[in-house]
């Protein structure tokens, strides 16, 4: 349907009403990952800039493609309404806790257990299809903040901390994802 470097103010509008959006990254040699998120993590900054708030979760592949290339699509399908598909195309950066910027990226978001990483992409194309291919599918409730948030808040600052140690340090190419700070490798 149409290319562009930047985000157009209906793209900018479609991107704010979906409730669903999926990351791609990968680095040389590496597995190309793809995730679904979701909750209220992401924020559209600029027609050229998107923030993302990526919460805790069972690996960390983005983080460690990002260090190590940069590279990152972000695609939006409509579910619901007109069918479109919308990818983003960019170069992108990861912050942590442990970094100066993590105080006013984090403060763009509502505070919830388990914040992680937040990654800031600068667009440098954007494409958008027909989308006839997705089917209609309304959204029943988001499982998140049932489900997540508080298992999160359960295991507290600490055990967040070895979770992290456990599952988040490493990609599952052996890959660092920067998550731990410096000054404790």
């Known amino acids: 349907m149409g290319h562009s470097n930047h985000l157009s103010p209906q793209l900018r509008t479609f991107i704010e009403g979906q409730r669903l959006f999926f990351v791609a990254t990968s680095a040389p040699g590496r597995r190309i990952n793809v995730s679904p998120k979701g909750m209220d993590t992401l924020r559209v900054l600029s027609n050229q800039r998107i923030v993302w708030m990526n919460l805790t979760g069972s690996g960390n592949e983005t983080a460690a493609h990002?260090?190590?290339?940069?590279?990152?699509?972000?695609?939006?399908?409509?579910?619901?309404?007109?069918?479109?598909?919308?990818?983003?195309?960019?170069?992108?950066?990861?912050?942590?806790?442990?970094?100066?910027?993590?105080?006013?990226?984090?403060?763009?978001?509502?505070?919830?257990?388990?914040?992680?990483?937040?990654?800031?992409?600068?667009?440098?194309?954007?494409?958008?299809?027909?989308?006839?291919?997705?089917?209609?599918?309304?959204?029943?409730?988001?499982?998140?903040?049932?489900?997540?948030?508080?298992?999160?808040?359960?295991m507290g600052p600490e055990g967040l901390a070895r979770y992290w140690q456990r599952k988040n340090l490493q990609s599952i190419d052996g890959q660092p994802t920067g998550l731990e700070p410096k000054e404790s490798r």
């Not at 950066?93 to 993590?102: G, I, R, S, T, Y």
């Open 66 to 154: 990002v260090l190590e290339d940069g590279r990152m699509t972000l695609m939006f399908c409509a579910f619901e309404g007109p069918a479109l598909i919308l990818r983003v195309y960019g170069r992108a950066k990861v912050c942590h806790p442990h970094q100066a910027d993590w105080a006013d990226l984090s403060a763009l978001f509502p505070s919830m257990a388990g914040q992680r990483n937040i990654f800031d992409l600068e667009i440098e194309a954007v494409q958008t299809s027909c989308g006839s291919g997705v089917p209609i599918m309304p959204v029943q409730e988001e499982r998140g903040y049932d489900e997540l948030a508080p298992y999160y808040e359960k």
